[in-house]
């Protein structure tokens, strides 16, 4: 498995194997970087170059935080005695030792043949009476005898007690969720869908499924059932999610309804935790891990099936090298090791649909809702003629009266908008300059909380700005809206709901996302706002209303997938209304109304959404009809990144001239700037290689790697490899 993501991600082998394995398996350096005395005296005054300048206000609030600055940067800084580096080895994990207190058999002869009446330390009676029940830890009996210590050593001496040391599992949170129970009767879909996967199972072959059910059509009832049958013949499982939240969703369901054999594993959990679930999955003490991404590298020995739950989602793709995908890594595991895998989505992606279409998965089907469940009412709001009436704000009036009217039946609300942030851009209105991040060719973006500018590329931030730095006028304006903006506009609207907001800026620390959802479930919030983070599914029934804000931002990417995707973020964030007893709605504004993809998702026609988009590919050869990989370009200096960038190409070009047939198979574009030019002080090119097979792309890089990157290396470029590539910018 390591060799094939080795090879088709063209990798090396070993630093596969060292990303898999989980963290402090291995020992790393670790370089700490701090700023001096003199360091924040010379940022006072003005008294260094622009590049040091940013590096010391990133060190300057003293704060833990990886700098995505060169080293070189830093070694000059350093050299002038601006900050200090040091290099330490990361810790190395293992198992938690911790000292057990226990009787020892012949001390119970000695302990009987003592006087109860002449023990007059404080405690010591009730101290004996615990220990010799079986092995305490010492901590415990400190926390409960203030004089445990003296205890422990005056028994030992006398060889009634021995003190020793033993592993201790460090067990990740308990059950965040309640689970809801096993549901009183199956649909036909899904008997007929845990019929059809039953059969591949007991085929006891590689065959893969991409079961197409609508949001709350009961998907997971398959997956416990198809998880239960391969446990039952011995054989162990994988169930893949795409977010850390809805993988401890997914935990307290299937422990309740499995039992304890079953590990849950991301990177949500310490060091030390993944360490002790990795350790019980390799020793064959569980049968089902549930997980992310990383989940996928479970030390499994009788794999039997790979769940991969929201197959369509783009969290699934590794965004560091090796750039992997977790659903088509799942199915290449499930090929080498003869397990089933099922693919599951209400929103597939056009590359499984297509596969299906090719025969190479089988298809299931699941096109309704459990218990005769209708599909929530959505309506459409054209923003562009609210604001012709006059109405200028993020919440149309159709969504503000709706939200009221929800709020007065008790009901809840998800508020789905894809933005963080306050203010999303600041324009000077005399020069037109917009406020942008020193080391990204992005926007600062206001936030509230922190009162600060802030980059989400690289974590640059500033105090807000009184005037224009290119002209010194006080002309600066704020435009756009996010998330933030969104929490504070409901709360003077509404005062007396509970509102609650979800991304990754307040859900940043460990476990805030699932207390936040935790409350949500148990209806402690009336409003649930946020990001992407909250169209997963999850399946809470007093959901009734979903309004979405700014349906059509996503279509403004540049990028082949930007139409499936916010069909797929519409139709599975309007899936969360109406899972319970009453019919939900759904309110979406936008300003591309006649969209084919926002149309899709209004009438939930995904044909439609396939037949448009496979046809679109088709003409402008995109995958599923060719596969791409993206050679990112990047390096300290514009003028050196583009010229290598060129250079690259050109020989790219000429290889393929030596390749009369095989060449006209591949197709290469570029090299072009990168939309976001610059990313934490690197220059960024791009170039794009088109194949009708992915040997022949493969083929053509092995080429590119042997002539061309230690040229590069040696002009400051590195070359990045991105296989299959996610995002383009």
């Not at 070009?653 to 700037?673: D, H, N, R, Y």
Request: glycine content about 8%; proline content about 4%.
């Amino acid at each position: 498995f390591f060799k094939w993501i080795s090879e088709y991600y063209i990798h090396p082998i070993g630093k596969v194997v060292q990303g898999a394995l989980p963290a402090g398996f291995s020992r790393k350096v670790l370089r700490e970087v701090r700023i001096t005395e003199r360091g924040l005296e010379c940022l006072r005054n003005g008294e260094v170059a622009e590049r040091g300048k940013q590096v010391l206000e990133a060190l300057s609030d003293g704060t833990s935080k990886p700098l995505g600055y060169p080293l070189s940067t830093l070694r000059l800084l350093e050299a002038q005695g601006l900050i200090t580096v040091t290099e330490r080895t990361g810790r190395r994990v293992g198992p938690l030792m911790r000292t057990f207190v226990d009787m020892q058999e012949e001390g119970r002869g000695i302990l009987s043949a003592v006087d109860i009446g002449t023990l007059r330390a404080k405690g010591e009676v009730e101290f004996l009476s615990i220990v010799q029940n079986g092995p305490v830890m010492l901590s415990d009996l400190q926390k409960r005898f203030a004089n445990a210590g003296y205890l422990v050593k005056k028994w030992t001496k006398t060889g009634v007690l021995r003190s020793f040391k033993a592993p201790v599992y460090r067990a990740p949170e308990g059950l965040l969720f309640e689970s809801p129970g096993a549901p009183r009767v199956l649909s036909h879909y899904q008997r007929d869908a845990i019929d059809k996967v039953k059969a591949l199972i007991e085929g006891d072959k590689f065959s893969a499924c991409l079961l197409y059910g609508i949001t709350g059509s009961g998907k997971t009832e398959v997956y416990l059932e198809a998880v239960r049958l391969v446990t039952k013949l011995g054989k162990q499982a994988i169930v893949l999610v795409p977010e850390i939240a809805l993988a401890l969703y997914m935990e307290s369901i299937f422990r309740t309804r499995l039992g304890e054999r079953v590990a849950v594993y991301h990177s949500g959990l310490s060091i030390g935790e993944r360490y002790d679930q990795w350790m019980k999955m390799a020793r064959g003490e569980v049968d089902v891990v549930i997980g992310a991404r990383s989940a996928l590298f479970a030390p499994f020995s009788r794999l039997g099936l790979i769940v991969v739950d929201e197959e369509h989602d783009g969290a699934y793709k590794q965004d560091r090298a090796p750039y992997y995908h977790g659903r088509d890594a799942a199915l290449a595991r499930g090929r080498l090791e003869n397990a089933v895998v099922i693919l599951g989505s209400g929103t597939p992606s056009v590359q499984s649909y297509a596969n299906c279409a090719r025969g190479r998965y089988q298809l299931i089907s699941m096109p309704e809702r459990v218990e005769n469940r209708q599909f929530p009412e959505i309506e459409l709001v054209d923003m562009k003629e609210v604001e012709r009436h006059g109405v200028n704000r993020m919440l149309s009036p159709r969504l503000l009266e709706a939200l009221d009217e929800n709020l007065r039946q008790k009901k809840q609300t998800i508020l789905f908008l894809n933005r963080r942030g306050f203010f999303r851009l600041f324009v000077c209105r005399f020069c037109g300059n917009i406020l942008t991040c020193p080391n990204c060719n992005v926007s600062l973006i206001y936030h509230l909380v922190y009162n600060k500018l802030m980059c989400h590329y690289c974590g640059y931030h500033s105090a807000p700005a009184e005037s224009c730095p290119a002209c010194n006028r006080n002309g600066l304006k704020s435009w756009g809206f996010g998330t933030e903006r969104l929490e504070h506009e409901l709360a003077d609207l509404f005062p007396g709901a509970r509102v609650a907001r979800m991304d990754a800026d307040s859900a940043r620390r460990k476990g805030v996302a699932q207390s936040i959802l935790k409350d949500f479930i148990c209806h402690k919030i009336d409003i649930l706002l946020g990001t992407q983070m909250i169209t997963k599914g999850y399946d809470v029934p007093d959901v009734t209303l979903v309004g979405v804000i700014g349906a059509d931002l996503s279509l403004g990417f540049p990028d082949f997938r930007a139409a499936e995707r916010t069909f797929q973020l519409l139709s599975q964030v309007a899936g969360r209304a109406g899972r319970g007893g009453d019919r939900g709605r759904v309110i979406i504004q936008t300003y591309n109304p006649d969209h084919y993809a926002i149309q899709a998702a209004i009438s939930q026609d995904y044909d439609a959404l396939y037949q448009k988009e496979i046809e679109l590919r088709k003409q402008l050869g995109f995958p599923p009809f060719t596969y791409l990989i993206c050679l990112r370009l990047q390096g300290n200096s514009r003028d050196q990144t583009e010229g290598s960038a060129k250079s690259l190409a050109e020989r790219l070009k000429k290889t393929l001239q030596m390749w009369p047939k095989k060449g006209k198979e591949i197709q290469i574009l570029g090299p072009a700037e990168a939309p976001i030019a610059k990313l934490r002080g690197k220059y960024r090119w791009h170039i794009l290689i088109k194949a009708k097979q992915p040997f022949l792309a493969q083929r053509l890089l092995q080429v590119a790697r042997t002539n061309s990157e230690q040229g590069l290396k040696t002009k400051g470029v590195q070359i990045i490899l991105d296989v299959d590539p996610y995002q383009m910018m």
